[in-house]
């Protein structure tokens, strides 16, 4: 059974990051086992792990819908999407990536969404875990593709409001159709352990699990010489706590 792991969280707290490194360590000596999903229309996720993507699911839609009346001549409209569709995923090495791209525009997309949505489900159950880097806030919750989830990681800072807005995202997945397996939450950058508020407020919320990932300075500097954050070491402080979560999944 694939298991889905889906990262969310408020703007810039680190959920492509995570999403990244839980990445490096489940594709750690193995290959093709993961599929990573961009799921944020201001797609990162590519560039954050050094991959070269052509094409995204909304560049699919669009051009479907211009060309659904006009195929190619000698193609069935099958053969057009499946090859529409599998331009859409960069194959790397070791893992596989889906961008989701730009939002819909105007135009009756139903039909082409139904395509996409089953080609998507399809394509999940061929690997042994499908990651999901979510775009900023809880919308993505409500418009969801995916009817079950076996982790939903929910990263926060370090803060009162942060954590607070955590467990709001918490509470609203929780009130979805939507199975999930455990709701941890991730306070990224949290430095030197956390204040007795915060330890506090955690104590009176209703997470599986937490962790805590420590601020790693390495990574900036892999992000200003555009190297993969793949190529983080694996001795960083950051990833031995990623090791550990990994370990659990
Ligand atoms: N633990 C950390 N130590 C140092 N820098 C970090 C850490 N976590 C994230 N960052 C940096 O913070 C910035 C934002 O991280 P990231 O892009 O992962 O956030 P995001 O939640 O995906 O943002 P967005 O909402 O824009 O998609 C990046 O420059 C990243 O390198
Ligand atoms: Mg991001």
């Known amino acids: ?3 889905i792991i889906s990262v969310t969280g408020k703007g810039g707290v680190g959920k492509s ?18 599929l990573a999903v961009d799921a944020d229309s201001n797609s990162t996720l590519g560039e954050m792990l050094g991959v070269k993507v ?13 060309e659904k009346d006009n195929l190619p001549a000698g193609i069935s409209k ?13 194959e790397e090495d070791k893992f596989d990536l889906i961008t989701m791209g730009r939002p819909e525009g105007p135009g009756c997309y139903c039909y082409i969404n139904s395509i996409l949505r089953t080609f998507i489900d399809n394509i999940s159950s061929k690997y042994e875990y499908v990651i999901i880097d979510n775009e900023a806030g ?25 954590i607070k807005t955590a467990d709001r995202i918490r509470n609203l997945a929780f009130e979805m159709d939507i199975k999930i397996g455990n709701y941890e939450l991730v306070i990224n950058r949290a430095q030197n352990g956390l204040d007795a508020e915060l330890e506090k407020l955690l104590t009176e919320l209703e997470f599986s699990k937490y962790h805590l990932l420590p601020y790693d300075p390495a990574l900036e500097q892999l992000l200003i ?5 793949l190529d983080l070491p694996d001795n960083s402080k950051l990833y031995k706590k990623i090791l550990e979560i990994g370990k659990a999944l």
């Open 1 to 3: 059974m694939t298991k």
């Open 17 to 34: 990051t995570f999403s990244s490194l839980i990445l490096k360590y489940l594709t750690q000596n193995r290959k093709k086992v993961v």
């Open 54 to 66: 052509e094409s995204t699911i909304g560049d699919v839609r669009e051009e479907m819908l211009k």
């Open 78 to 90: 099958q053969e057009y999407v499946d090859y529409q569709i599998q331009s859409a995923v960069s």
């Open 138 to 162: 809880m919308e993505h919750l409500s418009r969801r593709t995916t009817l079950k989830m076996d982790s939903l990681f929910i990263i926060s800072e370090p803060t009162l409001i942060g």
């Open 225 to 229: 010489k555009n190297v993969s954050i």
